[in-house]
């Protein structure tokens, strides 16, 4: 079964300075990847996702991920990160074609200092 | 474009007791899910419906567990007895997808807001 990884539970950034997030994932083939926010007391809100073709992939909210193979990861980056930015987000996976159930990884809570 | 709805949004109860949950899919969308978030963790699906018949629901705990999606449109989630490690969100997502598309548009998973749900 496919797995995700997300190795930092939370990470503290400034406002204005830029942020990555990690995910990892386990699986043989491509899979399909997801990226999620949430904000407090609201439900997944989908950032961007990765199907095949370009390994950079631009998303909503100035968010931007990127598909690596040989590392089995697909890493959220932001160049310069706001306030509205506070909220948790996660990484999932699909298994795809005709496999749309989502795994999640456990996610990362960003915090936003002024 | 209305999204995905839930309610309740809040709800309290004591182990043993019952409780039931309702989702509104967006209009159209074929594809059903329910998933459990427990605190600190990722969601981890429940149960999926492809109109109103299941796909999948290896991962739901049936002894006390149930869940249907009558008429293809809305869908219950009933826990029944609850039990303490059953506090959760409970989050609902739907997708247009309709049998073996491969348009990979309609995977696409909408979130509804989630029912928070603490037995005590």
């Known amino acids: 079964a496919q797995s995700v990884t997300q190795p930092d539970i939370h990470i503290t950034v400034s406002e204005g300075a830029s942020l990555e997030l990690r995910c990892n994932y386990s699986y043989g083939a491509t899979p399909y990847l997801f990226w999620y926010v949430q904000s407090p007391g609201q439900g997944l809100q989908l950032l961007l996702k990765y199907f095949s073709g370009d390994t950079l992939v631009q998303g909503i909210k100035g968010f931007e991920a990127e598909f690596k193979r040989s590392q089995s990861s697909f890493n959220l980056r932001k160049p310069s990160v706001h306030w509205s930015d506070a909220a948790e987000y996660f990484c999932?996976?699909?298994?795809?074609?005709?496999?749309?159930?989502?795994?999640f990884g456990a996610g990362t809570t960003v915090t936003v200092r002024a | 474009e209305a999204g995905v709805a839930q309610s309740p949004r809040y709800k309290i109860i004591e182990k043993r007791q019952s409780v039931a949950f309702w989702c509104n899919p967006i209009?159209?969308?074929?594809?059903l899910y329910w998933y459990q978030q427990i605190l600190g963790q990722g969601p981890k699906l429940l149960i999926q419906f492809q109109n109103n018949g299941v796909v999948d629901d290896s991962q739901l705990p049936k002894d006390r567990f149930s869940a249907e999606r009558l008429k293809g449109v809305d869908s219950t989630l009933k826990i029944q007895p609850a039990k303490l490690e059953d506090s959760a969100v409970y989050l609902c997502?739907?997708?247009?997808?309709?049998?073996?598309?491969?348009?990979?548009?309609?995977?696409?998973?909408?979130f509804g807001p989630g029912t928070r749900l603490l037995v005590l």
């Open positions: 997502a739907s997708s247009l997808r309709r049998g073996t598309s491969v348009n990979l548009y309609q995977e696409t998973q909408y």
């Open positions: 999932a996976v699909a298994r795809g074609p005709n496999d749309y159930k989502l795994s």
């Open positions: 209009s159209g969308h074929a594809t």
